[in-house]
């Protein structure tokens, strides 16, 4: 069965420190996405990862993967309030179908 | 670009009825759709895929009876929900995308509520 889980699943920050999410997956896949959900909304694409050694970086966001490892981190910096918000990890399967992640509910406070 | 939309943003019916949800593709033309649900404070999971023109795919435990999926057109998919129960109330996203892209485009959702 396949599993995509989230590490951890909730995380309680403060502003101006780093921190990173991890994302384990348990099947062979070539692509990798980070979404954000605000509470009560969709989805918001963050980055797709391609190949392994991928890294994306925008802003205080920065997500790669290591497809030998089935390992995707999004690491974020100085966090801000901003930032507060679900954040899921996303693997392809058979060319189109998304596994969704557990989920990894941040809060960032002052 | 890559705009997806869903009517009604949110709806209310009572427990034995049906109900009908849109997504639509503003901007493009989406070869593919995809319904997901997601429980309240839970990942969202995928119920089906449908093509256009073709019969949805339904992953497993999702019942094809219950949660009919219509792609009659490259910008429309509907899902309608049909002798609806309160256990059926959830969040319902779409998501589109067209033939060789990488990303699929969601929808704002639509919050059900079944009373």
């Known amino acids: 069965e396949l599993k995509v889980e989230q590490n951890p699943l909730f995380l309680s920050m403060q502003e101006g420190k780093n921190y990173t999410i991890y994302c384990n997956y348990s099947t062979t896949s070539d692509r990798l996405y980070w979404y954000r959900q605000d509470p009560g909304k969709s989805l918001e694409s963050l980055f797709v990862?391609?190949?392994?050694?991928a890294v994306k970086q925008e802003g205080r966001l920065m997500a790669s993967l290591d497809t030998k490892a089935r390992l995707s981190t999004l690491h974020i910096t100085a966090a801000v309030h901003d930032l507060s918000a679900t954040y899921f990890c996303a693997v392809v399967i058979l060319t189109d179908k998304l596994i969704f992640g557990t989920g990894t509910r941040l809060q960032v406070f002052p | 670009g890559a705009v997806v939309s869903q009517h009604p943003s949110r709806v209310i019916c009572k427990s034995g009825t049906s109900v009908k949800i849109e997504c639509r593709s503003l901007?493009?033309?989406?070869?593919?759709m995809f319904w997901y649900r997601q429980f309240p404070k839970k990942s969202l999971m995928l119920m089906a895929t449908?093509?256009?023109?073709?019969?949805?795919?339904?992953e497993q435990g999702v019942e094809k009876d219950k949660f009919l999926i219509n792609h009659a057109s490259l910008t429309l998919s509907t899902l309608t929900v049909t002798s609806a129960h309160p256990e059926d109330s959830s969040f319902y996203i779409c998501?589109?995308?067209?033939?060789?892209?990488?990303?699929?485009?969601f929808g704002p959702g639509t919050r059900l509520t079944v009373t």
């Open positions: 901007d493009f033309q989406a070869t593919t």
């Open positions: 449908s093509n256009e023109g073709s019969k949805a795919t339904y």
């Open positions: 990862l391609l190949s392994n050694g």
């Open positions: 998501s589109a995308r067209w033939d060789h892209s990488y990303e699929q485009y």
